[in-house]
Nanobody
Framework: VQVVESGGGLVQAGGSLRLSCAASGLTFSNYRVGWFRQTPGKERGLVAAIAWTGGSTYYADSVKGRFTISRDNAKNTVYLQMNSLKPEDTAVYYC???????????WGQGTQVTVSS
């Protein structure tokens, strides 16, 4: 199983980025997918998640109305569209997959997002 994130970078406050998470080596449509983020000294936290059908999504309160998660099962890819970015969104963003009802067990290497004020 391979999970690869891309799309991170440096952006000014108020700007946008779109992160991509591409997975291989598994039946992607059987997995929930979550985006997590982590800053130094803090625990990794769930930012957004999407069910295997794409019909159910979750957002942390801090990103509601600004971030949108979506998936394309035909491309084995999940996206995180991040708008109206704030300096506090600066973090390493990780994509993770969870089979069925089980916990997230396949992680990517992370992609850095830096939002300047």
């Amino acid at each position: 199983v391979q999970v690869v994130e891309s799309g991170g970078g440096l952006v000014q406050a108020g700007g946008s980025l779109r992160l991509s998470c591409a997975a291989s080596g598994l039946t992607f449509s059987n997995y929930r997918v979550g985006w997590f983020r982590q800053t130094p000294g803090k625990e990794r936290g769930l930012v957004a998640a999407i069910a295997w059908t794409g019909g159910s999504t979750y957002y942390a309160d801090s990103v509601k109305g600004r971030f949108t998660i979506s998936r394309d099962n035909a491309k084995n890819t999940v996206y995180l569209q991040m708008n109206s970015l704030k300096p506090e969104d600066t973090a390493v963003y990780y994509c993770a997959l969870a089979p069925g009802i089980y916990s997230y067990n396949s992680w990517g290497q992370g992609t850095q997002v830096t939002v300047s004020s």
